[in-house]
């Protein structure tokens, strides 16, 4: 079952930059509106089942719980508006491959924090960038408006890698609908004063642009965003932001499939090596949970260290 989470995660996550590129190319529709209602749509959608099911869920939200969800709804809205405006300025290439480095800034965030990473964990992560390299050749800009959308997809990176980490925490103890439903609706409100502040319009649209936004909704935000935002329960931050590496080929393999575009020479290496680094990272984590447990004394609280495992 979690492999099958995983693997609609990514088809859903693949799908974003290559449907918010073509909705931007062919409608009106703004950056900072399709963040909006994808954020505010998603938000109804997973309240709905909480609400008919557990009304008592919303209530019970602890202080604890609400600052980790608004944390993670900033970083995810500015997120969005850096990543969704670089669609803009550079390649989807370019773009999906800098933003996809959030494993690496979860890993140096986490290095600042103090946590010791294995050298296996530090290794599948060499490997596996190895394959975005061989899929992509990180194809940066040359003009100054493309180097513009490459340092702010690098920017929409690091902020994904906090928002998977907040929440990582978050999910500790909230249900993924509680905490989808409170994350995307807050993110929502955050990219609606952006909006604002930006006189990016939220409306006004027309057919085809509100149709890309529902795609949008639909494959990345619902199915992509929510698959991982499921996952943080059971699996480290790192190894899901791992995980949606696979991103990168699935874009270019649906590409292929859909648009009849020519994959990328290294496509079917880099999905080998990017696989081959999840693996190296497993089990190094697997190896470090068991080091953990030996080490760990019987009366430590369960909660504590489900926190403490999280953070390789």
Known sequence: MTLFIAAMGVLGVASSGPLIAATLGATSVSALAIAFWRNAIAAVVMAGPTLVREPRRFGSITGREFRWSLLAAVALALHFACFIT????????????????????????????????????????????GGVVAITGFDMGSSPEALLGDMLALAGGALAGLYTLAGGKARQSMTTGTYTALCYGMCAAVVAVLALATGQPLSGFDAGGWLGILAITVCAQLVGHTAFNHLLATMSPLLVSMIILLEIPGAALLASVFLSETLPAGTYAGLGLIMVGLAVVVAGQRSGRARLRSKAPVAEPPSDRIAELGTD
Request: hydrophobic letters at 60%.
């Open 86 to 129: 670089s669609l803009q300025l550079t390649s989807v290439a370019a773009a999906t491959a800098l933003v996809c480095l959030q494993s690496a800034w979860i890993a140096i965030f986490q290095l600042l924090r103090g946590t010791r990473h294995r050298w296996q964990v530090l290794a599948g992560l060499g490997i596996a960038f």
